[in-house]
């Protein structure tokens, strides 16, 4: 699968780096896992609903603009992200 990442994501994951190497790491190793395969449910990727109802997470906003191709939108906890 293609993966490409949006300015926000880009901003929202230079930002994890400067504070917590240690997540930096692990979304690093989310982000390869999710390349190998999407629906590995140690991902917890879901869909979400309302106005994001096109959009799933697993902590990363993503898009699925066509297929094998997922758009990262950002990165971040809870209340950053949503």
């Known amino acids: 699968m293609k993966i490409d990442f949006s300015p ?20 690093l190793e989310k982000i390869l896992l999710f390349s190998q395969d999407p629906r ?8 979400l609903k309302g106005e994001l109802k096109e ?6 906003l993503v898009e699925f603009p066509e297929e094998n191709v997922a758009y990262f939108m950002v990165i971040g906890t809870y209340d950053e992200v949503y």
């Open 55 to 60: 959009v799933w997470s697993l902590r990363i």
């Open 40 to 47: 590995n449910p140690v991902l917890k990727l879901h869909k």
């Open 8 to 27: 926000a994501f880009k901003k929202s994951y230079k930002k994890l780096l400067a504070g917590r190497l240690d997540s930096a790491i692990i979304i």
